[in-house]
């Protein structure tokens, strides 16, 4: 419960790009701003279901089950990565598709890789979701 209103907190009531000090910053999707706004439950996820230990197809339909299930639940999933050096609370299913497409070499990443992993535009899974979860 204290990690959920410290993320509302943080970013009210926003959708989209929420600045959280001089050089850092995320990109909120709508539906998780939105259910934050309202208090309702949401669930963080790493992106690690799609980029670790299976092949394509299967990594992305195993995601989609996963947050289906949340939904199913009466939460809203926020799926966490790093793409292009922006972090994102809240995949699309086009930012997840070219993550389980390996598009681009995704880096295993903890809170100390952050800023090179950031700065370098690089792609990423794993990410310490618990806490972006709790920021």
């Not at 709508?30 to 299976?54: K, N």
């Not at 299967?58 to 299930?69: D, Y």
């Not at 690089?122 to 618990?130: A, E, K, N, S």
């Amino acid at each position: 419960m204290q990690a959920a209103i410290a993320v509302r907190r943080v970013l009210g009531a926003k959708a989209g790009l929420v600045r959280l000090g001089r050089h850092l910053s995320m990109q909120v999707a709508p539906p998780v701003a939105e259910a934050l706004r309202a208090g309702d439950a949401v669930v963080a996820l790493e992106s690690t279901i799609i980029t670790h230990g299976m092949p394509y197809p299967q990594n992305l339909e195993t995601a989609e089950r996963v947050e289906e299930i949340i939904r199913e639940q009466g939460a809203v999933p926020a799926t966490v990565g790093i793409l292009g050096g922006q972090l994102h609370v809240g995949l699309s299913r086009a930012q997840m598709e070219r993550l389980a497409r390996h598009e681009r070499p995704c880096v295993k990443t903890s809170r100390r890789d952050l800023p090179c992993v950031m700065a370098k535009h690089w792609w990423t899974f794993d990410l310490p979701t618990c806490f972006y979860g709790s920021v």
